[in-house]
């Protein structure tokens, strides 16, 4: 498919932080920017120092944006850490690293949550400012945090991912009050509209299901997949039995499952209509169509700008062939 055809394509994009953006970020460098929606995990969001923090939101928005660290992923490029560093004198917490610049952004959302703003509107105006243009949105407005079974007790996720850095072996998941959360403004409607669904390469368990758990999320992408009116096309975050970053194939495995591409497939199932391996799985493809889905085997390793853009014109060209 010419990159041209793109202009015509609606695309509805699942995303968590890292691997979620780097896709997200490739996606937008092809669509126009009214045909591409960000629905962003909100599992991670947590109050730390008093303020409302959303770690995926922001490593979304800090990529679209240009203002990433290009060395972690998250936070903002250039930072200092002199307000981290006063705390820390002050004996508070430091094990969530927090930078100055993005401290700003903190206090302003929090403040503007407390105005009464919903996290959408905020994130919506916060986008204008920096001329992100693809729509990001938060999976809901309400609030839905993730908590993770461990053999240490349940822990809400920062502590386990952060301060405990991911050691406690897993044995399942809780996204507490989602029976209650409602979609955020704008996703229903972008899923239905959109002519591809793409589950960006995130973490299964703690990036991509919670944002399945919101109801009315994953019913829209069955129909959307189911009707073949519009395919959902996974890419795995899974690279040769490892994660490429963070605890996904650990994950796998405290969960007493393989982790592999095909893990992946099988995790979301019946959800897909289409799956993106790495070529170091390619072995892994046959097995992966017996699911009922298309495979693309390509290089599926990110490391610059120019592969994200690549990558996300494979995934299109990919989606937009008659399923
Ligand atoms: P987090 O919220 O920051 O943990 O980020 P995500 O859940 O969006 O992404 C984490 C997943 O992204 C991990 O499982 C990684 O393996 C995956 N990932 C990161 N970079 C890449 C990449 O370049 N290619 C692929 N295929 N997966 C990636
Ligand atoms: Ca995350």
Redesign the pocket.
Known sequence: MPESDFDKLKVAAL????????LADGLARLLLPENLTVIV?TG?DFIHLGLNIS??LD?VCYTLSGLANPAT??GRSGETFSALESIGELGGPTWFRLGDRDLGLHLERTRRLRQGQTLSQVTRDFCRQWGVRPAVVPMSDDSVPTWVYTDEGELPFQEYFVHRMCRPRVSGFRFAEVEHAAPAPGVLSALQSAHLVVI????PW??VDPILAVPGIRSSLQIASHSGKSPVIA?????AGQ????P??KMFAELGIEPSALAVARHYGSLLSGFVL?QTDASQADAIESLGMRTLVTD????TPD?RRRLAGEVLAFGAQAF
């Open positions: 995303a968590g932080g890292v691997g979620g953006a780097r995990n991670d770690p995926d490593t992923g998250w960006c390469p995130s973490n703690v990036s890419v795995s975050p899974i690279i994660t490429v970053k963070g996904a194939a790495d599926t390793l990110m490391r592969d």
